[in-house]
């Protein structure tokens, strides 16, 4: 339609009533306008067709259609065919979901994965935000202490060096969470202070452990601290993984709560001030609940990093889902199928880690409703 | 009424003194909050003195009952192990100081072929998630969601078993007989042994600089006169003729080696091990997916007025994407981006889990074979706080020159 006819229309106000768009035009229609669109994008279509027909047939004869799922006397069904050997995974999960732990205590750690698990999902949901949570999550940890460490009600002791696999990956991340986040708040907090020795010192290990790797950080934490202090004052390993783990994501996190003070406006500082509140009831009551909801997507993606930094205490010794992997493929019969079993644990990682970006994001759209117009 | 009241009150009141300043007394002085604040602080610092006097009292302690030896005399000392992989000649008789050398080089080396494969690949996946061809989306959201949701050393220890489960050398995957890809790793074309290769990289260095200040002055004219000249084809000059002429003014010290199956393996050319390739490989594909995101965030911040103006003021279509989208991008880009590359480096550490001999685990045999714990400790420590700020430092000298200039 030319300038013409529309100046034409809209001086004799004739124009006519044009029909209406057709609804649901149907599959063709869909793929002219979203597929080949232009000639970039039908390249585009074309190509990515031919990348699917070139990989998704070779993936699926490797993965399914020629895998072995089981295999009865060693390896054999395993070395007979060009697919996947899923059978190690079969033969090995047990060492590798439970690592160290007592073949026949896995129950125990199976019933603290679960626990974990049910009462994660069960917090996901924000109607069951009362206090009436926290009590669970209490009596969820006194169970879950009492499952894993054993020792009581006839239970056998399992001291935490037996500790492996998927049980201790959950435990270090959770200790990590819980533990780092009061103390990434008093970094946060100490770095807004204006005692300078105070502030200097929060400033000063946020930036060091920031500017270091986590592997460096672990390292300290459980192959050199040792050597600083006598031997009767050493935690054991998993103690000390777990701190230095903490301590890296508390200096992460400590960064996220700096930008959320910071996002809070000086009034409702100077409000609370002229209320007479004192220094930490103004904190607690005035400025860390607004500061939350601000951090909390970024938080979230924190978290999420702190669940798959968790490998990392692999590198140090332990036996946590990677590490545990890693000793049941020394087994010479299964040694050449690494690669499935990875994509197990890869994949497991990816279920939970998904999940929880995807949870995230539904959550700030939810804490965001009140900015939404 | 209340006016008057309010008047009459203001009147009788008796003008009051100024507050007098306290001074500090005996009498109640915790309820001082300059005490409070003197108090905190000093048991804060005594406490962390106390630490710190304690560990290394108990550190030196421990060491001399182990007989451990102290100071950093034992850089000087001849290493003892060799490397299995280095830029620079390394022996067993070379000095601990040349082996962290080599650790970071190592280090370096990954770090930055990771990074320029993993800003390639993001920027391209970040523009795909951006592109209305539903198939290219999907598929770029795809390989985000899977290598972003998925633990690094993970994908590293993955890449590093598909590696060293690949066909040896004899049965190598043959790339139009210049490239292998084997058990052993992958071989390239590249320079021989002893080669002046090094020349031309530098040629190449000078050359990229000479076209940034080549482009500046293009960017230049036009701003003072208008005329808008191409660039390209001085640019590709540039960057052919300044190598070129400086590898053959260093008499063209060495042909292009091809690798060849020799024997029992694969000799000749650039060879790339298996513990380096699963390195590069999962450091760069993990980052390049944070990176995809960072580019996608960026160019859909740019407001789409912006656009429809260019668009309107009749703009050619490649101009409003490299003129108006993208400098408005770079801005909400380059802070997240320096994170990103600093992470990348700081997690080249995680060779240590598959034996590619990076700074943190050479630093691992230097301080076994040496016994100087504590002072490796301190070396890799400020190694990585200087290599980590180093990126900071020049990603923000970028990031000044692509922020909003204002008046």
């Given at each position: 339609m030319t300038s013409h006819h529309l100046i034409s229309n809209a001086q004799t106000g004739a124009s006519a009533a044009r029909p209406a768009p057709v609804a649901a035009p149907g599959l063709i229609h869909w793929a002219r306008q979203n597929l080949f669109d232009g000639i970039y994008n039908t390249i585009f279509t074309v190509l990515c067709c031919a990348l699917l027909i070139a990989t998704v047939p070779d993936l699926f004869r490797w993965a399914i259609w020629d895998a072995a799922w089981t295999s009865t006397n060693g390896a054999d069904a395993c070395k007979a065919t060009t697919g996947a050997c899923w059978a190690v995974v079969q033969e090995k999960y047990r060492l590798m979901l439970f690592g160290t732990y007592p073949y026949e205590q896995h129950w125990r750690g199976a019933l603290v994965v679960l626990i974990l698990g049910g009462m994660s999902i069960v917090s996901g949901f924000r109607v069951f935000w009362t206090k009436w949570l926290l009590i669970a999550w209490g009596g969820a940890w006194v169970a879950i202490f009492v499952l894993q460490l054993g020792g009581v009600f006839g239970l056998v002791s399992t001291p935490t060096h037996l500790w492996g696999g998927l049980p201790l990956t959950l435990l270090i991340f959770f200790g990590t969470v819980i533990g780092g986040l009061p103390v990434a708040i008093l970094l946060a907090l100490g770095r807004q202070s204006n005692l300078p020795i105070i502030k200097a010192l929060c400033i000063g290990f946020v930036e060091m452990v920031r500017g270091v790797p986590l592997v460096t950080v672990l390292f300290m934490a459980a192959l050199i601290f040792p050597l600083f202090v006598p031997e009767s004052m050493t935690p054991d390993k998993f103690v000390r993984a777990l701190i230095g783990m903490l301590m890296f994501f508390a200096a992460y996190a400590a960064d996220i709560f700096r930008g959320g003070l910071q996002a809070i406006p000086r009034g409702q500082y100077e409000a609370a001030e002229a209320l007479g509140l004192p220094y930490w009831q103004k904190t607690t009551r005035i400025i860390l609940p607004q500061t939350l909801r601000i951090v909390l997507p970024a938080l979230m993606n924190d978290i999420i990093r702190a669940f798959k930094n968790t490998t990392f205490i692999a590198i140090i010794g332990l036996f946590d889902i990677l590490g545990a992997t890693k000793s049941a493929l020394e087994d010479p019969i299964w040694v050449s199928y690494g690669t499935e079993a990875y994509l197990f644990v890869i994949a497991l990682y990816f279920v939970v880690c998904f999940s929880m970006s995807k949870y995230s994001v539904s959550l700030e759209r939810d804490l965001n409703k009140g900015n939404v117009r | 009424m209340t006016y008057s009241h309010a008047k009459t009150t203001d009147e009788s009141l008796p003008r009051r003194k100024p507050p007098k300043t306290q001074g500090l007394s005996l009498n109640g002085f915790w309820n001082d909050q300059r005490f409070r604040n003197f108090a905190a602080q000093a048991i804060v610092i005594a406490v962390v003195i106390g630490f710190f006097v304690y560990i290394i009292g108990n550190a030196q302690r421990a060491l001399s009952d182990q007989g451990i030896k102290t100071g950093?005399?034992?850089?000087?000392?001849?290493?003892?192990f060799a490397i299995g992989e280095s830029l620079i000649p390394f022996s067993a008789s070379d000095s601990f100081l040349r082996a962290y050398g080599v650790g970071i080089l190592n280090t370096l080396k990954v770090s930055f072929a990771a990074i320029i494969l993993a800003s390639i690949i993001g920027v391209l996946l970040g523009v795909a998630r951006l592109s209305r061809n539903v198939m290219l989306n999907r598929f770029a959201s795809t390989y985000v969601e899977v290598f972003r949701n998925t633990p690094q050393l993970l994908q590293i220890v993955f890449w590093y078993m598909l590696a060293v489960q690949l066909p040896g050398p004899k049965q190598a995957f043959n790339f139009g007989d210049i490239a292998f890809l084997s058990n052993r790793g992958l071989a390239l074309p590249g320079p021989g042994e002893g080669s002046g290769f090094g020349f031309a990289v530098i040629g190449l260095v000078l050359a990229a600089v000479g076209v940034v200040f080549w482009r500046h002055h293009l960017e230049k004219r036009l701003r003072q006169t208008g005329n808008k000249a191409n660039g390209l084809p001085v640019s590709i000059a540039i960057m052919v003729i300044v190598p070129v002429v400086i590898w053959t003014v260093f008499g063209s010290p060495s042909q292009i080696e091809v690798p060849a199956l020799r024997g029992f393996n694969i000799r000749g050319g650039l060879q790339l091990s298996p513990e380096f390739l699963a390195l590069f490989l999962g450091l760069s594909l993990y980052i390049a997916a944070f990176i995809a995101e960072i580019v996608r965030a960026g160019i859909a911040s740019v407001n789409q007025g912006q656009i429809e103006a260019a668009t309107a003021m009749g703009i050619k279509k490649a101009d409003v994407l490299w003129r108006v989208v993208l400098p408005q991008a770079m801005r909400v880009i380059v802070p997240p981006t320096t994170a990103q590359y600093v992470s990348l480096l700081k997690n080249s550490s995680l060779g240590v889990m598959i034996g590619y001999p990076e700074l943190f685990n050479l630093n691992n045999t230097i301080l076994t074979a040496s016994g100087n714990t504590v002072e490796a400790i301190i070396i890799m420590m400020a190694i990585y706080l200087s290599l980590t700020t180093t990126i900071a430092v020049i990603m923000n000298w970028y990031n000044r020159s692509v922020q909003l200039k204002e008046r």
């Open positions: - | 950093f005399g034992f850089l000087m000392d001849s290493a003892g």
